[in-house]
């Protein structure tokens, strides 16, 4: 599918950064400045990019962003924040915009200095380039241990004007809740109060971004972006309207996309289970158990080994942290009961197993305890993974 969101353009080039010669070097631009709001790793350890980004979209407007990878721009101190500014200040000199206005974006091994002399090459190189139907070249240089880019869009009509929502973003290891190693960024024509904006991302990033795990890790470099350059004329969408419900629709739609294709394309996955927690007092106690079930390394092997291991389940559930009574807990796979008030089914184990054979499925929890639920998305855990890790910088 080919995307183009307009009044942007995109690039998506080769520096040599990454040793394998692939795309490494991304520019996405907005014809003008656009509204902006971002969500950014909640790590203490941040990378030079993210705090720059901080900054800069604390100003509320951005006109480009740069995002390298191969090499993430984290723990390498003062000459790290440095070369965030030198890839800001590069992009607006070779574009003609407020330096100010640009985003930097890395991702790729820590710890180690940018090489400072391929980005430059790079940003002239990729400003050259700039076309409205690159969207999917800029997704694919914004990978790491991905296999596939990731991409979505949608439309809907704000103050009857057709208004564009696409994305892509990158993610395959180091994803948990409160995001992790992903970098996202979530395009629109539409025009947007500053204040809508950021609270859209905000909920929308909570149900999606924040809702998927890998490997219970997170990384130094997370970053979601989304910017609303206002090109499709309508009248700016502010909080509490019928057009913000709509572009939240729209928002949700392609976040959730992305969400879900960063698990299915997790480091050495096979499998995607959503965790369903229901009959919970509250959201957060939900999502609390779903996470805890999602995080937990024996009920993701088990997963891997197609082996309906309902005690693993059950004792992540219970450690949780949250109030319960065992013995009224339920636990369906794929629709099948295999927990009834705490005990386990032997007689539909089998039925289990075969349901587990498949590419995904949902784990469905019933507490027993109130109306609310939360799902979390989360992948196995195989030997696949621990081979990629293990020689990640080798």
């Not at 002399?117 to 990978?143: M, N, W």
């Amino acid at each position: 599918m080919n995307i183009t969101v307009p009044g942007f353009r995109f690039a998506g080039v080769s520096c040599g950064i990454k040793r394998s010669k692939k795309r490494d070097l991304a520019l996405i631009v907005s014809e003008r400045p656009a509204t902006a709001a971002a969500v950014f790793t909640t790590n203490r350890v941040k990378a030079a990019p993210v705090l720059t980004g901080m900054k800069r979209v604390r100003r509320g407007k951005i006109q480009a962003v740069v995002v390298n990878s191969g090499n993430a721009n984290a723990c390498t101190g003062k000459q790290g924040m440095r070369d965030a500014e030198n890839m800001c200040r590069l992009v607006g000199a070779r574009l003609g915009i407020d330096p100010n206005r640009v985003v930097p974006s890395s991702t790729g091994v820590i710890g180690v200095p940018l090489p400072m002399q391929k980005v430059i090459r790079g940003v002239g190189k990729a400003a050259d380039v700039l076309s409205p139907d690159s969207f999917s070249l800029a997704a694919t240089a914004i990978l790491t241990t991905d296999r596939v880019p990731k991409t979505s869009m949608t439309a809907c009509r704000l103050d009857g004007k057709k208004v564009v929502v696409a994305g892509m973003a990158k993610g395959a290891g180091m994803v948990a809740p409160r995001m992790a190693t992903v970098l996202g960024y979530i395009l629109t024509d539409a025009a947007v109060d500053p204040a809508c904006l950021r609270d859209i991302l905000s909920r929308t990033a909570d149900r999606t971004f924040n809702a998927v795990t890998v490997d219970g890790d997170t990384s130094t470099n997370d970053t979601i972006l989304f910017l609303a350059n206002g090109v499709a004329g309508n009248r700016a969408v502010r909080k509490g309207g019928k057009d913000a419900k709509k572009l939240e629709k729209a928002v949700s739609k392609v976040m959730k996309d992305l969400a879900l294709m960063l698990v299915a394309d997790a480091e050495g996955g096979t499998k995607v289970a959503e965790i369903l927690v229901e009959g919970a007092r509250s959201p957060a106690e939900a999502k609390k158990v779903a996470s805890a079930v999602a995080n937990s390394n024996l009920v993701k092997t088990a997963f891997f080994g197609e082996d309906p291991n309902l005690g693993r389940i059950m004792a992540a559930v219970g450690y949780a942290d949250v109030p319960l009574d065992p013995d009224k807990i339920d636990v369906s796979l794929g629709g099948v009961r295999v927990v009834r008030r705490g005990m386990a089914l032997r007689e539909t184990q089998s039925q289990a197993a075969r349901i587990m054979r498949q590419r995904s499925y949902q784990v469905r929890i019933n507490l027993r305890r109130g109306k609310q639920t939360a799902s979390v998305w989360t992948s196995d855990l195989s030997t696949g993974y621990v081979r990629i890790n293990s020689a990640y910088r080798t």
